[in-house]
């Protein structure tokens, strides 16, 4: 049954696991007061600049070591870059797509044996909001994710979306190995003896942002920093991922390019790099006329590895920035507070 109050709405697309999809079908006049975010919290228009943009680096000579210098040189100014010409194919790319879109279609039912109450595993969870028990006010997205890294899980994933997710992760690997290596060359590292820690674990979060009434009250995705070491993201075309420069506190819009992958630096390399690699800021703004979806890879730390100011970093007498944690008790300080900037990084600081 629609709901009739505000309470009812957060008890609608919450606990009876509607989504905001849910709400969004109900064709609502306006938006519902629990995502009406405070003013700070929403993408102020005014300080998008239009005359910035991120880099875009073309993958289609990885002999040239340019390309490797490129991605490293973007990673330190902007911790953000478009990649083109990076070899998984499009189709591939088009069918993730195509499968979330299915996947999101599925009637409530369907979708809600996949929430963390009913889903058969911890590997796979769909949710709506960042952390619906936590946020004061809820953020206008609903996302499956899955811990692709655990494949005993593979046979309780969607079928709507397995087998395309299932090759998307495997196509993507290569590229996203390639660049953390790059990026280890930027720091004199050498990429064999790290692969395990950068990328022990992979976790593959489908996106849905459908269209919101009076999206310039809520938001997508508030401001935050990924985790990770590295995330690959496809968009489709609708587009609304901003990110932050921090130096003047104006934000710059990623515009989708067709085929590209948009690469984010997240907390865990930026601890890793002892600071020299930026885990930018970023967000999402809901979207009046269009629904939105974006698939990120996120390459991580196994949960059980230490993270910390790599050695080799830290040779030449550079002074170390953070403190070395267990990946694990970073992320759960991820998830015990709701998005809050570049805040979780204070938990590794010395
Ligand atoms: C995320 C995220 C951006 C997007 O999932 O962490 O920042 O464009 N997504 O959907
Ligand atoms: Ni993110």
Redesign the pocket.
Known sequence: MAPSTTDDYRHFAVTKGHGVKGLSDLHLGALPEQYIQPVEERLDMTKVLKEESIPVIDMSNLEDPKVAEQIAAAAEKWGFFQIVNHGVPIEVLENVQEATRRFFALPVEEKIKFTQEQSPTNSVRLTTSFLPKIDKVLEW?D?LSILVSDKKSSEFWPSACKKEVMEYVEKSEFVMKWLLKALMQGLNVDMDSKESLLMGSTRI?L?Y?PVCPNPELAI??GR?S?VSSL?F?L?DNVG??HIRKMETDTWIY?PPITGAI?I?IGDALQILSNGKYKSAE???AANGSHN?I?V?I?ANPSPDDIIGPLPEVLKNGEKPIYKHVLYSDYVKHFYRKSHDGKDTLDFAKM
């Open positions: 997205k996302y979060n996106n942002y997508g995705v935050h990924d995330t993201l968009q609304g991922l990623v948009v984010n970023h967000c999402v939105r974006s990120p996120f």
